[in-house]
């Protein structure tokens, strides 16, 4: 049986790995910096919070890495921890880079230490690219990062291809475009957007405060993207690959969704407000994942209007 070590496994995109990976027959161990305080509410929404080895880990500290990869001996490690938020990123940008970059660069170092033929994927990001002008960005679209977020999954980025040539490691970089699902916590504005809707129309007297609502995004369904990262680790050479469906939708189209869906005009219930705006930000976001259909036959089947709908649902239960 394949072992897999998933950092940051409680987040939305660890949850739903450690489930794949679970349902194909891995043993699966997640780590978070605390594992004996942390709920990992995600593992038990989705019925799994018992099926993996949970560790307390922080990716920062060297000797921390090295003690879980020789105790559990993985043959596949997700790197999915580190601040995750670009708004956030603003306000913490030495925790933001420090988390993102040092946490990578020490679990590349501690693989090379132990000479193990260990397979890593890295959580890379679209906003690496920064603005293209609306060009969808595959592989080879130069980075121009425009937040601290994106200038630590950059630097992680370059980490990781530099330790893939000078050392042979089979290293990957999945720059994902924006997927979401029920897990997303609603500092995220597509959670944010979903549950103000939801308790409007069981009515809430609220209105819904948001930033620019023209910025478009690519936006998927985070199950099927956490597959691209298996597929990623599958395969015979350690490569990189954009993760998208290759459209791009406003954020004002989203809301637009979201109210429609639940009955309600989204233009009498969305207060646009200045101070939500960023420094800076990415007025279109694209991805062009050709590679990725062509090479690890893997395509998004959902679109921004349903992840919408399944988010609202997912919303609705009791």
């Known amino acids: 049986m394949k072992k ?52 307390s880990v922080a990716l920062t500290d060297f000797r921390s890495v090295l003690q ?30 420090e988390s993102i970059s040092v946490g990578t660069l020490n679990l590349l170092e501690a693989i090379r230490f132990m000479k193990a033929p260990i397979k890593l994927y890295n959580a890379g990001s679209s906003e690496c690219f920064g603005d293209t002008k609306g060009e969808a960005a595959d592989e080879n679209t130069p980075f121009h990062p425009r937040s601290p977020y994106a200038v630590a999954k950059s630097t992680a980025f370059w980490q990781l291809a530099n330790y893939r040539e000078a050392y042979g490691l089979f290293a990957c970089s999945g720059i994902l475009f924006n997927h979401e699902s029920p897990l997303r916590p609603e500092r995220f504005v597509t959670q944010k957007i979903i549950r103000t809707a939801c308790r409007i129309a069981q009515g809430s007297p609220e209105k819904l405060h948001l930033g620019n609502i023209d910025i478009q995004r690519d936006w998927g369904w985070a199950p099927e993207y956490v597959e691209a990262m298996y597929l990623m680790l599958q395969q015979p050479e350690a490569d990189d690959y954009v993760i998208a469906t290759g459209e791009s939708h406003k954020l004002a189209d989203f809301v637009a969704t979201a109210f429609e869906t639940l009955g309600l005009d989204w233009q009498e219930l969305v207060v646009s407000d200045r101070s939500l705006h960023r420094p800076t930000d990415i007025s279109i976001g694209r991805g062009n994942p050709t590679k990725a259909q062509q090479k690890l036959g893997w395509q998004a089947n959902y679109k921004m209007r349903d992840v919408v709908k399944m988010m609202i649902a997912a919303q609705q239960k009791p």
């Open 4 to 55: 897999a070590l998933i950092c940051g496994v409680s987040g939305q995109d660890g949850a739903y790995l450690a489930q794949l990976l679970l349902d194909k027959g891995y043993i699966v161990c997640g780590t978070s910096r605390d594992a004996q305080m942390s709920s990992f509410k995600n593992l038990v929404r989705l019925g799994i919070g018992d099926r993996l080895e949970l560790a």
């Open 68 to 97: 879980v990869l020789v105790k559990f001996e993985p043959d596949e490690v997700y790197n999915l921890s580190g601040q995750s938020s670009v708004g956030l990123s603003f306000e913490q940008p030495v925790e933001t880079l």
